[in-house]
């Protein structure tokens, strides 16, 4: 997904690691969704836009967030992931989500109620950004899935929405949503995927994109190729409280100490 032209390995490795965690919060919704925000209300028909939309660049502001690490002014409430510093705001929950065969923490996954937000950062050239092009490849991976996609431009610049047919556990038709969200910062980009009732009621969206543009971005100077993850690190916080569940695990004689709890894919009724 993530390739200029022939992948090579670290671009193959970001796409598994893309597709592999993306694929875990798609929604499934029965009926057509309330678009999140007012330029989604007024649009016509939820059919696939123009061609030329997906490739038409827009340029994003980000005075208000997402942040470069020399921009932060407020430490307050953030926690330390290695690549991304991200506010826990009160009701704010969290899911690390770990790469199986690498066993490398990939993305973080934000919850709040029945919406959820994942966050990734990936490095990016010095003289231009990959926002664009991307939006085009998740295009192409959607419709390859016979699916369709809808460009929308709202409070996070231009954006995504993914609908893809699917049918529920008790039988009916439905499909699923995901709201494709990209920020190009200096050499970084930063890709969010809103499920749930954040990619679909209003109240939620907003309350997800705040959180979304709060979040601070740390490149750090090392080389790295375009397109490749930013490492990620477990805040020392979850790690003693790991150790902890561990150690008290031990004492009472289990033989596997408490896992982190993980929240799957659910059914999300509309209407």
């Known amino acids: ?15 598994q690691n893309l597709e592999q965690v993306t694929e875990q919060e798609e929604q499934l919704t029965t009926e057509e969704p309330k678009t999140p925000s007012e330029a989604e209300e007024t649009a016509q028909t939820p059919e696939e836009s123009p061609e030329e939309e997906l490739t038409t660049s827009y340029l994003y502001d980000r005075s208000a967030g997402p942040w470069d690490v020399s921009e932060q002014q407020e430490t307050e409430g953030y926690m330390d992931f290695g690549a991304m510093r991200i506010k826990m705001v009160n009701g704010l929950n969290m899911r690390l989500d770990i790469e199986q065969k690498s066993q490398q923490l990939v993305a973080v996954t934000l919850t709040k109620g029945q919406g959820t937000l994942q966050v990734q950062a990936f490095a990016a050239p010095k003289s231009r950004g990959i926002w664009d092009d991307i939006r085009q490849e998740i295009a192409n991976s959607v419709r390859e899935q016979g699916g369709s996609v809808q460009i929308l431009d709202g409070s996070l610049g231009r954006q995504l929405v993914s609908r893809i047919s699917a049918q529920t556990p008790d039988g009916r038709k439905g499909f699923r949503v995901a709201r494709f969200a990209g920020v190009d910062g200096p050499r970084w980009f930063l890709r969010g995927v809103f499920a749930g009732d954040a990619a679909i009621k209003p109240e939620a969206v907003a ?28 805040p020392a916080s979850i790690q003693e409280a790991q150790q902890q569940a561990q150690q008290q695990s031990s004492v009472q004689g289990k033989e596997e100490p408490p896992k982190m709890p993980r929240r799957g894919p659910e059914i999300t009724e509309i209407g």
């Open 1 to 15: 997904m993530f390739g200029f032209g022939k992948k090579k390995k670290h671009e193959e490795s970001a796409q």
């Open 207 to 234: 309350e997800m994109e705040e959180v979304f543009r709060s979040i601070v971005v740390v490149r750090g100077q090392d080389p790295r190729p375009p397109r490749e993850l930013l490492p990620m690190t477990v």
